[in-house]
């Protein structure tokens, strides 16, 4: 006999697995736990216009990087008779649309769907070396006053960001302030007055998220380098606490838009938040899945990925209720077509196809048939009993009654026969006992492989199987009374 505790090592060594890697798919391909489970998703479109003379024409729009909090689904570009492809640069990453002939105003789309998560996360590159600003007097000077003043009254990087953006938002504006605002705008002069006091800055352009919102433009905000991590500064109102719902689309030099060989070029940006089923957003390309089966091979693997629960049901119920069936796995069949043709049609049709084939089963006794020829006649009766019930419910309007047609031939008439042959030599009772319990074996089967959440674990975290297999192990080595047997044997426990 297999000893207790490598038997136990081995139940706990399939659970663990299973539950382990579906733990890990889940986190790591993002894989949705339950059925139904769904999430905001944005989808950001940049419309690029712009004239093309006559000749060669190229495209380079900027593109976000990654950004924590902001997971990105997918990105496309849709462009007619352009070639279009995805650069990754070392600091930013760019589309970039080419063609040979390009003449008149042309129109570029490019288009990016990303959801809102909290857990996701991306690396901050640090800045490089500070290069000091080249001020040109009474702009120098005027820079160093603003500079003097805030310097004091500040701690660190922020809050010297902060007290620059509130003397620069004072109101009215002082005499230096008002000067260099004749020359830059304000993230700029944000940014160069930060530079010069040796603080990491940078300007960034920033788009506002906002459901429903057509022909969006870009806005400047102003990014500090404080210990470890890039800080959003509004140069209008102060550090952005709240983020969720900007996008940072630039956060290197070169500028949003670039086109070689065009003029009068402009992008916008248009965006609509949807809600969308999480499993549709997995990216099973990347993921040992069987989603990445044909269509055709999937829908059939979503039956097939039941039947372990099924079987588990029938252990279940054959070795610690005692339910006795036609049949060993019989009743897993049965519930496999309960799935296809639902429970009550189902029963019912399962229910008239036996009983006829029983009467027709006793006249084909008389006959002394060989059994290979005796089972081929009942699989003949038995596709004459479904059509007639398929034409019959058809010409009725019970729809539901075509549904017949997914139980298996050969599994009827083997029930038939095997019912048949125990009719004969146990009497009806016994038929009665097993057909029964099969038929009630087979819809506890059904109403746990229906359930919405079995069926999703089943298909999508097959690994869970490894927890399946266990409990049948465990359950195949019960050898205590069964429930229906405790009244069976009570008077053992009276004495």
């Known amino acids: 006999m297999t000893q207790r505790a490598p038997f136990l090592f081995l139940i706990?060594?399939?659970?663990?697995?299973?539950?382990?890697?579906?733990?890990?798919?889940?986190?790591?391909?993002?894989?949705?736990?339950?059925?139904?489970?769904?999430?905001?998703?944005?989808?950001?479109?940049?419309?690029?216009?712009?004239?093309?003379p006559n000749g060669p024409s190229q495209v380079f729009l900027t593109?976000?990087?990654?950004?924590?909090?902001?997971?990105?689904?997918?990105?496309t570009g849709?462009?007619?008779?352009?070639?279009?492809?995805?650069?990754?640069?070392?600091?930013?990453?760019?589309?970039?649309?080419?063609?040979?002939?390009?003449?008149?105003?042309?129109?570029?789309?490019?288009?990016?769907?990303?959801?809102?998560?909290?857990?996701?996360?991306?690396?901050?590159?640090?800045?490089?070396?500070?290069?000091?600003?080249?001020?040109?007097?009474?702009?120098?000077?005027?820079a160093a006053q603003i500079l003097d003043s805030a310097m004091p009254i500040s701690a660190d990087e922020r809050t010297l960001a902060q007290q620059l953006i509130n003397n620069m938002n004072l109101v009215p504006a002082g005499q230096n302030v008002s000067l260099l605002r004749e020359r830059y705008s304000h993230p700029r002069l944000l940014e160069l007055l930060l530079l010069t006091a040796q603080v990491p800055a940078r300007t960034v352009d920033v788009l506002e998220l906002e459901d429903g919102r057509r022909r969006q433009s870009l806005r400047t905000f102003v990014q500090v380098w404080d210990t470890d991590r890039w800080y959003l500064f509004n140069p209008n109102a102060g550090p952005v606490a709240d983020n969720d719902n900007l996008l940072l689309w630039n956060t290197d030099t070169?500028?949003?838009?670039?086109?070689?060989?065009?003029?009068?070029?402009?992008?916008?940006?248009?965006?609509?938040?949807?809600?969308?089923?999480?499993?549709?957003?997995?990216?099973?390309?990347?993921?040992?899945?069987?989603?990445?089966?044909?269509?055709?091979?999937?829908?059939?693997?979503?039956l097939i990925m039941l039947l372990p629960v099924g079987a588990l049901v029938v252990v279940f119920m054959r070795l610690i209720v005692g339910v006795r069936t036609a049949g060993t796995f019989m009743p897993v069949l049965i519930a496999m077509a309960l799935l296809q043709t639902q429970l009550v049609p189902g029963v019912v049709s399962f229910v008239l196809v036996v009983a006829l084939g029983l009467m027709m089963r006793s006249y084909l006794s008389a006959l002394n048939l060989l059994l290979v020829a005796r089972i081929a006649v009942l699989v003949i009766l038995v596709i004459g009993i479904?059509?007639?019930?398929?034409?019959?419910?058809?010409?009725?309007?019970?729809?539901?009654?075509?549904?017949?047609?997914?139980?298996?031939?050969?599994?009827?008439?083997?029930?038939?026969?095997?019912?048949?042959?125990?009719?004969?030599?146990?009497?009806?009772?016994?038929?009665?006992?097993?057909?029964?319990?099969?038929?009630?074996?087979?819809?506890?089967?059904?109403?746990?492989?229906?359930?919405?959440?079995?069926?999703?674990?089943?298909?999508?975290?097959?690994?869970?199987?490894?927890?399946?297999?266990?409990?049948?192990?465990?359950?195949?080595?019960?050898?205590?009374?069964?429930?229906?047997?405790?009244?069976?044997f009570s008077s053992f426990t009276e004495q």
């Open 12 to 52: 706990g060594l399939l659970i663990a697995a299973g539950i382990g890697t579906a733990t890990f798919r889940h986190q790591e391909f993002r894989i949705p736990l339950l059925p139904g489970e769904r999430q905001s998703v944005w989808e950001i479109e940049a419309r690029i216009r712009y004239d093309a």
């Open 63 to 75: 593109l976000p990087p990654d950004q924590a909090g902001l997971r990105r689904v997918s990105e």
């Open 78 to 142: 849709a462009s007619s008779g352009f070639g279009f492809e995805l650069e990754d640069l070392p600091a930013q990453r760019r589309a970039h649309w080419t063609k040979r002939d390009a003449s008149g105003e042309q129109t570029l789309f490019y288009k990016l769907r990303f959801v809102q998560d909290p857990d996701y996360t991306a690396d901050q590159l640090p800045p490089g070396r500070i290069s000091q600003p080249a001020w040109d007097e009474p702009y120098k000077t005027a």
């Open 254 to 302: 070169p500028a949003v838009l670039e086109v070689v060989g065009g003029s009068n070029s402009r992008v916008s940006f248009s965006m609509i938040s949807q809600s969308r089923s999480m499993l549709a957003l997995v990216d099973t390309g990347s993921s040992f899945s069987l989603d990445n089966l044909p269509i055709a091979e999937q829908g059939m693997f979503k």
């Open 386 to 488: 479904i059509s007639v019930i398929s034409i019959v419910s058809y010409r009725l309007g019970l729809i539901s009654g075509l549904t017949i047609m997914f139980f298996p031939m050969i599994i009827l008439a083997w029930t038939i026969e095997r019912m048949s042959i125990i009719w004969e030599e146990e009497g009806p009772k016994e038929v009665l006992i097993q057909g029964g319990g099969s038929l009630l074996v087979a819809i506890l089967a059904f109403l746990l492989m229906d359930l919405d959440i079995v069926s999703h674990l089943a298909f999508n975290f097959p690994e869970l199987h490894l927890c399946v297999l266990a409990l049948v192990l465990l359950l195949g080595r019960y050898t205590g009374y069964r429930v229906l047997e405790l009244k069976r």
